[in-house]
């Protein structure tokens, strides 16, 4: 019954060209990144294979804790809330590789989700720090309302590191520094999402990401608009999946969010989205193992 596919990683390749002439109007820190043409060349993960053994195991394995935390309001602005943002990825040949992040709710307050390849290299290790970038509330302008963050750490589950067709989730850590010279942490400007590792079969999910192909409708496909998708979300032992959906390239990391409030822009986010599976025509989200993930948010805190 094993059934071989491949993975279709939803990350898009941005040609960018280098501003010299408009960098007062932008900020510094991001002056040489405007992405400028978005190519359809998403990775292509051939013979991912989806062990059916393996995921009657983890069936019947019972979480110890089941821990919910709460969304939270931006205390800037309770009510301006945008914890979902652009990722970018700079390769250093003049393209840029995009996910979509967001700000989960953490004492740290500086900590975002995304997929784990949109931090690691076909090589298995992790792209240097500096190459990292994330702006939420980015929807299609120059850049979102806190300009560009730069990361500081991030923390990819070992087993994927060692294969990455597995535990495809990370957290990242923002090396954030409030602009208005306090001490405000990077959550306290966008809110952040709940997170939770209890959610079942047949969810009703918002998933917010930056597709530039893909089945999102009413929806600007160019990489650059922020879009959403709604729907029931279907479970089996190891993936969160949607059906006849490709929520396209770009749409890496994508939260999938569960009792989403569109006026707070928040909910609980319980997966992000990981790719677009051809042969079944179904977008895929790996269940969090709950140990796992609070061993990531450990090690950022
Ligand atoms: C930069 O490198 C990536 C990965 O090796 C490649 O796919 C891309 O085409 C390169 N971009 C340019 C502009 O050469
Ligand atoms: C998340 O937000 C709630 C308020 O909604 C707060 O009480 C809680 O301490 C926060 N959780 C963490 C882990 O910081
Ligand atoms: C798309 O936009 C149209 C026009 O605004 C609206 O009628 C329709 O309900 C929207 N569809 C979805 C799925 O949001
Ligand atoms: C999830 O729900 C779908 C649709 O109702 C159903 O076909 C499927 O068997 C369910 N999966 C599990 C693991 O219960």
Request: with cysteine; hydrophobic share 35%; net charge negative.
């Amino acid at each position: 019954m094993n059934k071989k596919f491949s993975l279709y990683l939803l990350i898009v390749l941005i040609a960018i060209m280098v501003i010299t002439s408009h960098a007062s109007v932008i900020s510094q820190r991001n002056a040489f990144r405007t992405p400028e043409k978005i190519k359809e060349t998403a990775r292509f993960k051939a013979k991912h294979e989806r062990n059916l053994e393996n995921e009657k195991r983890s069936k019947h394995k019972i979480y110890s804790r089941n821990i919910v935390v709460e969304p939270i309001l931006s205390q800037m602005n309770p009510n301006l809330n945008f914890p979902i943002g652009r990722f970018l990825i700079n390769l250093g040949n003049g393209s840029v590789l995009q996910c979509t992040a967001s700000v989960i709710n953490t004492t740290n307050g500086n900590i975002g989700l995304t997929s784990a390849h949109c931090l690691t290299k076909d090589d298995g290790t992790t792209f240097d720090l500096k190459d990292l970038s994330f702006s939420p509330g980015y929807d299609n302008q120059q850049e979102g309302p806190l300009g560009t963050i730069n990361i500081e750490n991030l923390a990819v589950p070992y087993t994927h590191l060692v294969d990455p067709d597995v535990k495809d989730y990370a957290l990242v850590k923002f090396a954030f520094t409030d602009p208005n010279k306090g001490n405000a942490r990077l959550q306290d400007y966008t809110g952040a999402l709940g997170w939770r590792f209890d959610i079942g079969n047949n969810t009703l999910t918002n998933v917010f990401g930056y597709p530039a192909s893909g089945d999102m409708v009413n929806c600007t496909k160019d990489g650059k608009h922020l879009c959403v998708w709604q729907g029931n979300v279907q479970k089996d032992n190891n993936y969160y999946f949607i059906d006849d959906v490709n929520l396209g390239s770009g749409a890496s990391g994508s939260p999938l969010i569960f009792q989403y409030n569109r006026n707070e822009h928040l909910g609980y986010v319980y997966a992000a989205h990981e790719a677009y599976v051809d042969e079944t025509d179904e977008s895929i989200a790996p269940i969090w193992d709950e140990q796992i993930f609070l061993g990531l948010l450990l090690k950022l805190s």
